[in-house]
């Protein structure tokens, strides 16, 4: 069979079609299929494509320095350099900032360290003097509130050990801690925020895993009762007779019973400082008005 002119013109066409079609499939596959840097595309950043567990940043406490807490706020000298001396205080910041928990520390006032009588202190090594000192905190941050669910449970055990426990009493807002041969009063709150809470007490805490028997401790001095203010300028006369003084109350003794058991004020010490700088203020702008 032959074919004319026409027709094999018509089948050069026909097999041309065919085979451009073929060579088109094969290139758009192999031009869909390369890789993309091949082809210069840019690879996202890996950060967009996995987020770390840290995702958002988790906000950080605020680190108080706790030997400027005690210089600073209070008559803590005696702590203070007790804990120098045995180099607890890095191991109280660890235990507030390096820990979940947080710390709770009590803290005498210098006057509850002078009241114990020689040898109380002095005839303590320096590992017994470090676990009296972490006897007085407690390894997780309690606040003022939370003392009452504390009293619950009967002996807490301190930073110190398992030898080292405190009894915790809450009374209507009164809050004491107690050792075997020491009740102290919570009678004020230094800091609060966590995770560190620290406390003013008015007694040193004595355990008996150090004192055998009762150490002598003294009265701890009343604190000086406030003078009665001065009358203000130009009030009476000199002809006037001077008004009988109305007996001043004198300041409650820490050992009264009856000021035992006052609530303690989430302020403190503190709050007592504050009021008294405000009313300073409150009468120099007084004075500075009666000039004008």
Known sequence: MFLDARDMRRAVAL???????????????????????????????????????????????????????LTLDGPFRAFLGYLQQTNLVEVFQNQAYLTDQGITIFVPVDTAFAAIKPPGLSGLSRHQLKNLMMSHSLAKHYELAEFEGLSRIGPVTTLAGGLFTVNVTYDAGAVHVRSRWAD?????????????????????????????????????????????????????????????????????????????????????????????????????????????
């Open 15 to 69: 097999l041309a079609a065919v085979m451009l079609s073929v060579a088109s499939s094969v290139l758009h596959h192999a031009v869909a299929h390369r890789p993309l840097a091949a082809a210069g595309a840019r690879l996202p950043p890996a950060a967009s494509l996995h987020r770390t567990d840290t995702w958002p940043p988790t906000p950080q406490a605020k680190r108080v320095n706790l030997t400027a807490i």
């Open 184 to 292: 102290a009063k919570v009678v004020g709150s230094v800091s609060v925020d966590a995770p560190m809470a620290i406390y003013e007490l008015d007694r040193v805490l004595l355990p008996d895993a150090l004192f055998r028997a009762q150490p002598p401790v003294a009265a701890v001095p009343d604190a000086p009762a406030a003078p009665p203010p001065a009358p203000a300028a130009g009030e009476g006369g000199a002809d006037e007779a001077p008004p009988t003084a109305e007996p001043h109350p004198a300041a409650p003794r820490r050992d009264d019973p009856a000021a035992a058991d006052a609530p303690v004020s989430a302020g403190g010490a503190g709050g007592d400082r504050l009021a008294r700088r405000a009313a300073a203020a409150a009468a120099i702008g007084a004075v500075a008005l009666v000039a004008l």
